[in-house]
């Protein structure tokens, strides 16, 4: 890697891979308004609705794991593609169908699940072959990059779906599969392999699934990775749908209440273009326990305000401070996880923290019919704290320091 560019701006691989996948990115985020859009014209049917995009999260944490062993397996430009080529063709026979008038709940559900696995396939890929496209000391840079694509095409995509499906119902599809096919233009551009050799004959799946179990729960570092991040997904996860319930309750216009994610998603998207500035002037251990701990103290600072949507604002400074610690936190993943195993440590990892944070609504559900809204984001904000008290107490975060540009 002694030849990769020193600015990651000028990094022509990273740049068309990070267009790839912004440019799918835009597609799902336009696809995941439009979908329960288009449901519910066929339906009228919020229950229906749900379960269409319950299903697609289902199968997007069910394929994860799968994934990331195919990922070390096979090539992974080959894959990236394949999932981009399976989803354009995917949405354009759901666009087809709506111009046709012939949608449906089950086409939209395979259309759906489809595309679901096809983004686990894609974004595992795409993560793992990080450290054969940037020196091993751009890593936290890049991962903070990969942060402010995901807020920017969040807050991009979601408008973009609602006009266009305002224009005409098959249209989000139709740009949804547009974006494919540009990705895909992306992918084929990039000239650098995005794997190592190998070498090595592979293990049988279920084998190979367990080595990357093995990898994550053997090693310190990644261990504390999960109880540093999980609780920190989980937490804003609860206070967002907590925040959202109480200002239903309270009878707020649900224009109001959809600046919510809006706010927070700047936040975030503020914090992943800050978080290379910080990476620079903060000693690692100090950035990651900082952050836990102010974290920890703004989301509890939400709590006296969950009547009103500015307890969106305290919470949106937490999201301003996680891109930093995730950048820190996963970039040294990438550079310590020998390159065969990048695919399954990453899906690991995301399982993980996803899982956790899927159960978030439902238990913020239970705590805001016992002990109210105030109490349910405490909860929340002491889950973040026990984060912020591992960080502080492992030697792991302790002993990190500045991958070299020149590590293996």
Not at 18 to 31: C, E, F, K, M, T
Not at 135 to 143: D, F, T
Not at 313 to 327: H, Y
């Amino acid at each position: 890697m002694t030849g990769a560019p020193e600015n990651l701006w000028r990094n022509r691989e990273f740049n068309l891979l990070w267009i790839s996948q912004a440019l799918s990115d835009v597609g799902n985020a336009i696809s995941s308004l439009a979908v329960p859009l288009l449901v519910l014209t066929l339906t009228r049917s919020p229950v229906q609705a749900g379960l269409v995009g319950t299903a697609g999260l289902i199968v997007m944490v069910l394929c994860r794991l799968p994934a990331g062993v195919l990922v070390d397996r096979v090539d992974r430009r080959r894959l990236m593609l394949a999932a981009d080529a399976i989803r354009l063709v995917a949405y354009a026979v759901l666009a087809v169908a709506v111009l046709r008038g012939q949608a449906s709940v089950p086409l939209i559900i395979a259309v759906t699940v489809v595309g679901a696995a096809c983004n686990a396939m894609f974004g595992t890929a795409e993560h793992s072959a990080l450290r054969n496209i940037v020196r091993p000391g751009q890593l936290p840079a890049a991962v903070a990059r990969n942060e402010a694509r995901s807020y920017g095409t969040s807050l991009a995509g979601q408008p973009v779906g609602g006009l266009l499906f305002g224009i005409g119902h098959a249209l989000p599809f139709v740009g949804n599969a547009l974006t494919f096919l540009a990705s895909m233009t992306g992918v084929l551009m990039v000239r650098k392999p995005l794997q190592e050799p190998r070498a090595v004959r592979p293990d049988a799946p279920v084998a190979a699934l367990a080595e990357g179990l093995r990898f994550v729960f053997g090693n310190p570092f990644l261990r504390t990775v999960l109880f540093v991040a999980a609780p920190l997904n989980f937490a804003i996860t609860g206070i967002i749908f907590t925040i959202i319930v109480q200002l239903q309750r309270h009878q707020t216009p649900p224009v109001v209440i959809g600046t919510v994610e809006t706010v927070v998603a700047v936040g975030g998207l503020l914090g992943a273009l800050a978080a290379p500035a910080l990476h620079r002037r903060i000693p690692l251990p100090v950035l990651i326990r900082g952050i836990c701990w102010t974290a920890a103290g703004f989301m509890a600072i939400s709590a006296l305000l969950t009547s009103s949507v500015a307890a969106a604002v305290p919470v949106a400074i937490a999201v301003f401070l996680g891109p930093a610690s995730n950048a820190a936190l996963f970039g040294h993943q990438a550079a310590i996880t020998p390159d065969r195993l990048q695919g399954r440590v990453v899906s690991v990892i995301i399982v993980v923290a996803t899982s956790v944070a899927s159960a978030a609504p439902l238990l913020a559900g239970v705590m805001i019919a016992a002990w109210g809204g105030p109490g349910s984001v405490l909860v929340f904000a002491a889950a973040v704290a026990a984060g912020a008290v591992t960080a502080t107490v492992s030697r792991e975060i302790g002993a990190m320091e500045p991958v070299p540009e020149t590590a293996t």
